[in-house]
Structure formats: structure tokens, C-alpha cells
């Protein structure tokens, strides 16, 4: 396997009334080719932020995005020109945005929105584009693609929807997707459905992708490797196995306390989830973004600069100096 994004030193910041504030702070994020990549923290961690900063989609000011490299497959983002990365979006790299109701026009069916979308980025003729959003909506596990694709959304269920959405990103061939938080809104059983239908599309069209999440536990079971960011930084990164079942940096663990469990049931998590939240500080200090809710931190922390990502085994890596000094 070979590298499809790589990012390094990419750093967004900013700009508001009450002055600059440092958003995200990636120091090396690398996908490779056919790999999944979970990214997981809670919210305001960053991850739309990072998901957006990738697709350039962030508008500049009020955000300021500086990066040591950001490329698809080789390919430098960084200097790409608004039109050429325009052409770049939804034929090699397409995202599934975190709020599903603004990614679906109301006012157009389904089959409308998705052959102009291929004839558009795909160039293909009308009657392809029909032949091919009928295999798009049969692909994504949809029934009966011809009266699919005279609907509205507003006639469809949330699972539909989601369905209709993964087919729009990857109706032009898009070989990178990012799914930012693609079942948020979406009942535990739909959910499966969802997700069981990106696990497919990944293996049969062989795409690449950068799975956003707050949970971890649904993150394992849908990618290769995790990072997990916090404030703005990764602090572990690591295969599934090496994230979960060695999990090293203290945020680390307390994300896995949260996972809901069948004997925990869904509401103890959810309030151990609340407690882990209101304890959170937002301030940017200079030393280690978690140090004020860390139970595991000790003096090796108090007034140093937030730790590094350093190698703990394998592919393993940790921001934690406790982590680090006890491996
Ligand atoms: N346009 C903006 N102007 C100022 N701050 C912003 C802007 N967009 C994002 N931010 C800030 O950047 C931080 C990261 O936001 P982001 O949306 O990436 O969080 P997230 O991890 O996706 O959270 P969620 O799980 O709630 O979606 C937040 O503190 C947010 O307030
Ligand atoms: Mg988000």
C-alpha cells in the first residue's frame, strides 16, 4: 500500500472577536491506499476543522491554514488553484458531511441531483448518467433505484437520505472519502444498516477513508487505524489494536470508559460522557491540553510544553509524557 493523503504540520487558527485561536495542530496524519482512518474526540476537537482544511474548504479569513504538506496521491493541495481543486472534489476526493439535511436539495429528486452531479464532474452524457446514478442507488443498498430517483428528500427516511448522500459522494469515482460523523442523527439501528453499506462500498471499490466520530468503539469496528484528537492534536494514533487494546494516553482511556456497554447500559455512559465533557478546559495553555483533568498526570507534566507524539511499539504513538516514561 502506498500513501493517498498525507498531511504534515498543518495548523488552522482562527480569527474572532475575542482574538486568535489556535484550532488544530496535526503534526503527521498519513492514509494510505484502501486504508480506513478513524478519527475520534469529542466535540470541538477539531475534526471538521481537520476534515475541511483537507477539501480546502475553509474560508480564509476568518481561518488561517499553514501546512508542511498536504497532497492526494502526490499531488499537492496546498498550491492548487480554487478552480482546479473545484475539478479535485467528488472525482478523486469527496466528503459526507456532518449535517445531512444541507448535503440534499430540497427542491430537486434524488435523480435529478445525482445525474447532475456526474454529468457535471464525471462528464458524462444523460443517458449514462441516468445508467450510472441507478447503479449508484442500488449500490448503496437502496431498493427499487427508479422510483428512488424520482423522490424528494423530504420524502425519505434518515437512513435513506444518509444512503443517498454516501451515493452522491461517490458517484464520479471519488477514490478518498471523509465521512464526517455519517450516523449522528440516526437511530442505533439504522446506524448498522449505514455503516454495514460503507464497510461494503469500501471493500468492492477499493476507497480510501477518513472515518470522523466521537465514539470509539463504532471507530473500531469500521477502520484499520485510529487517531485520537483532542484540543486540536493527535495525542495516539496507532492500529485498532494498538489504540484499544493498549490504550496509553489517560483521554485515551477515558474515551474507551465511555463506549456504552450492554451492562453499563446507554444512560451511565452517556452521563460518564457529560461528567468527561464539563471538566473539559478550553483554554490554550502552553502545557498538555488534557494536564487539568488528567488523574494519571504528575509533576513530569506541570509547566512543560504539550508533549510530542513519541513511538511507543509497533505504529504506535503517544502525546503523553506519563505514557511515554512508563512504556
Ligand atoms: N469559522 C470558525 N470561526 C471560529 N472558530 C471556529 C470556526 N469553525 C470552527 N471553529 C472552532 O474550531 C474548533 C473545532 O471545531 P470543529 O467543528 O472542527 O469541531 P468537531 O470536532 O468537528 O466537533 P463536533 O463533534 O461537535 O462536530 C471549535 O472550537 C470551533 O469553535
Ligand atoms: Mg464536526
Not at 487494546?245 to 482511556?253: E, G, I, L, W
Amino acid at each position: 500500500m502506498d500513501d493517498h493523503l498525507r498531511i504534515r504540520d498543518l495548523n488552522v487558527g482562527f480569527r474572532t472577536y475575542e482574538g486568535f485561536r489556535q484550532a488544530l495542530e496535526v503534526e503527521e496524519l498519513t492514509i494510505q491506499h484502501g486504508e480506513s482512518y478513524g478519527l475520534v474526540g469529542e466535540s470541538g476537537a477539531g475534526k471538521s476543522v481537520l476534515a475541511l482544511a483537507v477539501l480546502r474548504l475553509l474560508r480564509t479569513p476568518p481561518a488561517v491554514v499553514s501546512a508542511g504538506e498536504l497532497s492526494l496521491d502526490g499531488e499537492d493541495l496546498l498550491g492548487k488553484s480554487a478552480r482546479r481543486m473545484r475539478a479535485l472534489r467528488g472525482r478523486d476526493i469527496s466528503m459526507i458531511f456532518q449535517d445531512p439535511m444541507s448535503s440534499l436539495n430540497p427542491v430537486f429528486t434524488v435523480g435529478k441531483q445525482l445525474t447532475n452531479v456526474i454529468r457535471r464532474i464525471g462528464g458524462e452524457n444523460h443517458r449514462a448518467a441516468i445508467v450510472r446514478a441507478q447503479e449508484m442507488i442500488r449500490l448503496v443498498g437502496l431498493p427499487d433505484a427508479e422510483t428512488m430517483m424520482a423522490k424528494y428528500a423530504h420524502q425519505l427516511s434518515g437512513g435513506q437520505r444518509q444512503r443517498v448522500i454516501i451515493a452522491l459522494a461517490l458517484a464520479c469515482g471519488a477514490q478518498f472519502l471523509i465521512a464526517d460523523e455519517p450516523t449522528r442523527n440516526l437511530d442505533v439501528t439504522v446506524q448498522a444498516g449505514v455503516l454495514k453499506t460503507i464497510a461494503a462500498l469500501r471493500r468492492d471499490l477499493g476507497v480510501s477513508v477518513l472515518f470522523i466520530a466521537n465514539n470509539l468503539g463504532l471507530v473500531s469496528a469500521m477502520c484499520d487505524r485510529v487517531g485520537i484528537l483532542m484540543d486540536g492534536r493527535i495525542v495516539e494514533t496507532g492500529t485498532v489494536e494498538e489504540v484499544v487494546f493498549s490504550a496509553s494516553h489517560p483521554y485515551t482511556r477515558s474515551l474507551l470508559r465511555a463506549i456504552p456497554t450492554k451492562a453499563a447500559g446507554h444512560e451511565g455512559s452517556e452521563s460518564q460522557w457529560a461528567q468527561s465533557l464539563s471538566r473539559f478546559t478550553t483554554e490554550n495553555g502552553a502545557h498538555c491540553s488534557y494536564f487539568a483533568r488528567c488523574t494519571e498526570g504528575g509533576e513530569v507534566c506541570a509547566g512543560q510544553a504539550k508533549p510530542q507524539l513519541s513511538l511507543l511499539d509497533g505504529t504506535h504513538y503517544v502525546a503523553c509524557r506519563v505514557a511515554a516514561a512508563t512504556r
